[in-house]
């Protein structure tokens, strides 16, 4: 995947503020077949990316899944949870 462009502002449609960020998943995501199998884990850590999801499914915290894997930093969780966002809306 690619970068996204960056904005911010006002959207006068809605009248809801919104930020967009540039966020290179290459940046944040890596896959390595001797690294748990080709799983996506968070670059430089032995961290599988569906951890934070699963985390965050059970109702656990950011804050507490950075606790739980200090190899994982507080910011590339948020950006990839923004990376995230921002495909998924892309398509909606």
Do not use: H
């Amino acid at each position: 995947m690619g970068r996204r462009g960056s904005r911010s502002g006002i959207d006068s449609a809605n009248e809801q503020a919104y930020v967009t960020r540039v966020v290179d998943t290459k940046d944040l995501i890596t896959t390595d077949p001797d690294i748990l199998g080709g799983t996506p884990v968070f670059k430089g850590t032995r961290v599988p990316v569906k951890t934070l999801f699963d985390y965050l499914e059970n109702n656990y915290t950011l804050g507490e899944f950075v606790e739980c894997f200090p190899s994982v930093s507080i910011e590339a969780a948020r950006a990839l949870l923004e990376r995230s966002e921002s495909v998924l809306l892309a398509v909606a």
